[in-house]
T-cell receptor, first 108, second 118 residues
Framework: LAKTTQPISMDSYEGQEVNITCSHN???????ITWYQQFPSQGPRFIIQ???TKVTNEVASLFIPADRKSSTLSLPRVSLSDTAVYYC?????????FGAGTRLTVKP | GAVVSQHPSWVICKSGTSVKIECRSL??????MFWYRQFPKQSLMLMAT?????????EQGVEKDKFLINHASLTLSTLTVTSAHPEDSSFYIC??????????????FGPGTRLTVT
Protein backbone atom coordinates (compact mmCIF):
# COMPACT_ATOMS: atom_id res chain seq x y z
CA LEU A 1 0.00 0.00 0.00
CA ALA A 2 1.40 3.35 -1.01
CA LYS A 3 2.49 5.50 1.91
CA THR A 4 1.56 9.16 1.87
CA THR A 5 3.48 12.15 3.14
CA GLN A 6 1.85 15.49 3.85
CA PRO A 7 2.90 18.63 5.71
CA ILE A 8 1.97 18.38 9.36
CA SER A 9 0.35 21.79 9.48
CA MET A 10 -0.44 24.86 7.42
CA ASP A 11 -1.75 28.30 8.21
CA SER A 12 -3.77 30.51 5.93
CA TYR A 13 -6.05 33.54 6.02
CA GLU A 14 -9.64 33.89 5.04
CA GLY A 15 -10.20 34.37 1.34
CA GLN A 16 -6.90 32.85 0.29
CA GLU A 17 -6.40 29.79 -1.86
CA VAL A 18 -4.80 26.89 -0.02
CA ASN A 19 -2.84 24.14 -1.70
CA ILE A 20 -1.93 21.00 0.22
CA THR A 21 0.45 18.61 -1.47
CA CYS A 22 0.67 14.91 -0.76
CA SER A 23 3.53 12.66 -1.85
CA HIS A 24 2.84 9.04 -2.73
CA ASN A 25 5.87 7.72 -4.56
CA UNK A 26 4.80 4.08 -4.52
CA UNK A 27 1.30 4.53 -5.87
CA UNK A 28 0.05 1.46 -7.73
CA UNK A 29 -1.59 1.42 -11.12
CA UNK A 30 -5.03 0.67 -9.70
CA UNK A 31 -4.84 3.16 -6.83
CA UNK A 32 -7.06 6.19 -6.62
CA ILE A 33 -6.24 9.33 -4.65
CA THR A 34 -8.85 10.47 -2.18
CA TRP A 35 -8.93 13.43 0.17
CA TYR A 36 -10.95 13.62 3.36
CA GLN A 37 -11.63 16.44 5.80
CA GLN A 38 -12.08 15.89 9.51
CA PHE A 39 -13.33 18.26 12.20
CA PRO A 40 -12.68 17.49 15.87
CA SER A 41 -14.83 14.69 17.27
CA GLN A 42 -16.41 13.95 13.90
CA GLY A 43 -15.95 11.28 11.28
CA PRO A 44 -13.99 12.16 8.14
CA ARG A 45 -15.89 13.73 5.27
CA PHE A 46 -15.14 12.99 1.62
CA ILE A 47 -13.81 15.96 -0.31
CA ILE A 48 -12.61 14.77 -3.69
CA GLN A 49 -11.16 11.81 -5.53
CA UNK A 50 -9.12 11.43 -8.67
CA UNK A 51 -6.98 9.09 -10.70
CA UNK A 52 -5.02 11.41 -12.97
CA THR A 53 -4.94 14.97 -14.33
CA LYS A 54 -7.38 17.37 -12.71
CA VAL A 55 -10.66 16.90 -10.94
CA THR A 56 -12.89 19.71 -9.73
CA ASN A 57 -16.06 19.73 -7.70
CA GLU A 58 -18.04 22.34 -5.84
CA VAL A 59 -15.62 22.53 -2.92
CA ALA A 60 -12.13 21.73 -4.20
CA SER A 61 -9.83 20.84 -7.04
CA LEU A 62 -7.38 17.98 -7.19
CA PHE A 63 -4.29 18.18 -9.36
CA ILE A 64 -2.43 14.99 -10.21
CA PRO A 65 0.71 15.06 -12.37
CA ALA A 66 1.33 12.51 -15.07
CA ASP A 67 3.59 10.34 -12.89
CA ARG A 68 0.93 10.31 -10.11
CA LYS A 69 3.62 10.34 -7.45
CA SER A 70 2.04 13.35 -5.80
CA SER A 71 -1.23 15.20 -5.71
CA THR A 72 -2.34 18.66 -4.65
CA LEU A 73 -5.63 19.53 -3.03
CA SER A 74 -6.64 23.09 -3.79
CA LEU A 75 -9.20 24.87 -1.64
CA PRO A 76 -10.32 28.17 -3.20
CA ARG A 77 -11.02 31.14 -0.94
CA VAL A 78 -10.92 29.38 2.41
CA SER A 79 -13.03 30.51 5.34
CA LEU A 80 -12.68 30.01 9.07
CA SER A 81 -14.91 26.95 8.83
CA ASP A 82 -12.30 25.22 6.67
CA THR A 83 -10.06 24.85 9.71
CA ALA A 84 -9.71 21.09 9.96
CA VAL A 85 -7.39 18.16 9.36
CA TYR A 86 -7.06 17.06 5.74
CA TYR A 87 -6.07 13.52 4.88
CA CYS A 88 -4.71 12.20 1.61
CA UNK A 89 -5.35 8.51 1.01
CA UNK A 90 -4.12 6.31 -1.77
CA UNK A 91 -5.61 2.96 -2.60
CA UNK A 92 -9.02 1.50 -3.24
CA UNK A 93 -12.07 1.43 -1.01
CA UNK A 94 -11.14 -1.91 0.55
CA UNK A 95 -7.63 -0.92 1.53
CA UNK A 96 -7.29 2.61 2.79
CA UNK A 97 -4.95 3.75 5.53
CA PHE A 98 -4.82 7.21 6.96
CA GLY A 99 -1.55 9.07 7.14
CA ALA A 100 -0.80 11.78 9.63
CA GLY A 101 -2.84 14.40 7.79
CA THR A 102 -2.38 18.14 7.49
CA ARG A 103 -3.82 20.42 10.13
CA LEU A 104 -5.03 23.54 8.34
CA THR A 105 -5.70 26.63 10.42
CA VAL A 106 -7.51 29.50 8.74
CA LYS A 107 -7.08 32.82 10.46
CA PRO A 108 -9.28 35.91 10.16
CA GLY B 1 -25.41 10.74 -0.34
CA ALA B 2 -24.83 7.58 1.64
CA VAL B 3 -25.35 7.92 5.39
CA VAL B 4 -23.70 5.92 8.13
CA SER B 5 -24.84 6.21 11.72
CA GLN B 6 -23.24 5.12 14.96
CA HIS B 7 -24.77 4.48 18.32
CA PRO B 8 -24.11 5.58 20.92
CA SER B 9 -22.37 8.84 20.12
CA TRP B 10 -20.66 8.74 23.49
CA VAL B 11 -20.46 6.26 26.32
CA ILE B 12 -18.86 6.12 29.75
CA CYS B 13 -18.26 2.74 31.32
CA LYS B 14 -16.45 1.30 34.27
CA SER B 15 -13.23 -0.63 33.92
CA GLY B 16 -13.86 -4.33 33.37
CA THR B 17 -17.23 -3.96 31.68
CA SER B 18 -18.04 -4.48 28.00
CA VAL B 19 -19.38 -1.90 25.60
CA LYS B 20 -21.10 -2.43 22.26
CA ILE B 21 -21.01 0.15 19.50
CA GLU B 22 -23.33 -0.11 16.52
CA CYS B 23 -22.63 1.06 13.01
CA ARG B 24 -25.46 1.21 10.49
CA SER B 25 -25.64 2.10 6.83
CA LEU B 26 -28.97 3.86 6.57
CA UNK B 27 -29.63 4.10 2.85
CA UNK B 28 -27.37 1.58 1.20
CA UNK B 29 -26.15 -1.95 1.64
CA UNK B 30 -22.61 -2.02 2.98
CA UNK B 31 -20.59 -4.87 1.55
CA UNK B 32 -17.61 -3.96 3.67
CA MET B 33 -17.37 -2.11 6.95
CA PHE B 34 -14.30 -0.76 8.67
CA TRP B 35 -13.55 0.14 12.27
CA TYR B 36 -11.04 2.81 13.20
CA ARG B 37 -9.73 4.14 16.47
CA GLN B 38 -8.49 7.65 16.94
CA PHE B 39 -6.64 9.06 19.94
CA PRO B 40 -6.54 12.82 20.58
CA LYS B 41 -4.48 14.78 18.07
CA GLN B 42 -3.68 11.60 16.15
CA SER B 43 -4.73 10.11 12.87
CA LEU B 44 -7.25 7.33 12.38
CA MET B 45 -5.88 3.86 12.91
CA LEU B 46 -7.57 0.99 11.11
CA MET B 47 -8.54 -1.75 13.54
CA ALA B 48 -10.36 -4.24 11.36
CA THR B 49 -12.22 -4.84 8.14
CA UNK B 50 -15.38 -6.90 8.00
CA UNK B 51 -17.55 -8.29 5.26
CA UNK B 52 -21.14 -9.30 5.84
CA UNK B 53 -21.43 -12.88 7.02
CA UNK B 54 -17.73 -13.53 7.43
CA UNK B 55 -15.14 -13.08 10.14
CA UNK B 56 -13.44 -9.74 10.46
CA UNK B 57 -9.85 -9.25 9.41
CA UNK B 58 -7.91 -7.54 12.17
CA GLU B 59 -4.90 -5.34 11.74
CA GLN B 60 -1.64 -6.38 13.31
CA GLY B 61 -1.54 -5.54 16.99
CA VAL B 62 -5.32 -5.39 17.43
CA GLU B 63 -6.60 -8.05 19.82
CA LYS B 64 -9.50 -9.82 18.18
CA ASP B 65 -10.67 -11.32 21.48
CA LYS B 66 -10.86 -7.88 23.02
CA PHE B 67 -12.46 -6.06 20.11
CA LEU B 68 -15.24 -8.30 18.88
CA ILE B 69 -16.66 -7.36 15.51
CA ASN B 70 -19.88 -8.75 14.11
CA HIS B 71 -21.17 -7.91 10.65
CA ALA B 72 -24.42 -9.82 10.69
CA SER B 73 -26.23 -7.97 7.93
CA LEU B 74 -25.53 -5.65 5.02
CA THR B 75 -26.57 -2.66 7.10
CA LEU B 76 -25.22 -3.37 10.55
CA SER B 77 -21.84 -3.99 12.12
CA THR B 78 -21.08 -3.98 15.82
CA LEU B 79 -17.87 -3.50 17.74
CA THR B 80 -17.79 -4.81 21.29
CA VAL B 81 -14.97 -3.71 23.53
CA THR B 82 -14.71 -6.47 26.11
CA SER B 83 -13.31 -5.96 29.59
CA ALA B 84 -12.64 -2.34 28.84
CA HIS B 85 -9.78 -0.54 30.52
CA PRO B 86 -8.91 3.16 30.69
CA GLU B 87 -6.38 2.75 27.88
CA ASP B 88 -9.26 1.73 25.60
CA SER B 89 -10.71 5.22 25.96
CA SER B 90 -10.73 6.63 22.47
CA PHE B 91 -12.83 7.84 19.57
CA TYR B 92 -14.13 4.89 17.54
CA ILE B 93 -15.23 5.50 13.97
CA CYS B 94 -16.81 3.11 11.53
CA UNK B 95 -17.08 3.41 7.78
CA UNK B 96 -18.72 1.46 5.02
CA UNK B 97 -18.46 0.88 1.33
CA UNK B 98 -21.19 -0.34 -0.93
CA UNK B 99 -22.15 -0.30 -4.53
CA UNK B 100 -20.45 2.67 -6.17
CA UNK B 101 -22.71 5.57 -6.96
CA UNK B 102 -21.06 8.44 -8.71
CA UNK B 103 -17.80 7.86 -6.86
CA UNK B 104 -15.68 4.82 -7.43
CA UNK B 105 -13.75 4.25 -4.26
CA UNK B 106 -15.20 5.97 -1.26
CA UNK B 107 -15.71 5.05 2.33
CA UNK B 108 -18.72 6.60 4.04
CA PHE B 109 -17.86 7.44 7.62
CA GLY B 110 -20.03 7.45 10.68
CA PRO B 111 -19.97 10.34 13.16
CA GLY B 112 -17.88 8.41 15.67
CA THR B 113 -18.37 7.15 19.22
CA ARG B 114 -16.47 8.63 22.15
CA LEU B 115 -15.67 5.90 24.68
CA THR B 116 -14.45 6.82 28.14
CA VAL B 117 -13.48 4.05 30.53
CA THR B 118 -13.24 5.06 34.17
Amino acid sequence: LAKTTQPISMDSYEGQEVNITCSHNNIATNDYITWYQQFPSQGPRFIIQGYKTKVTNEVASLFIPADRKSSTLSLPRVSLSDTAVYYCLVGDSDDMRFGAGTRLTVKP
Amino acid sequence: GAVVSQHPSWVICKSGTSVKIECRSLDFQATTMFWYRQFPKQSLMLMATSNEGSKATYEQGVEKDKFLINHASLTLSTLTVTSAHPEDSSFYICSATGDPWDKIYEQYFGPGTRLTVT
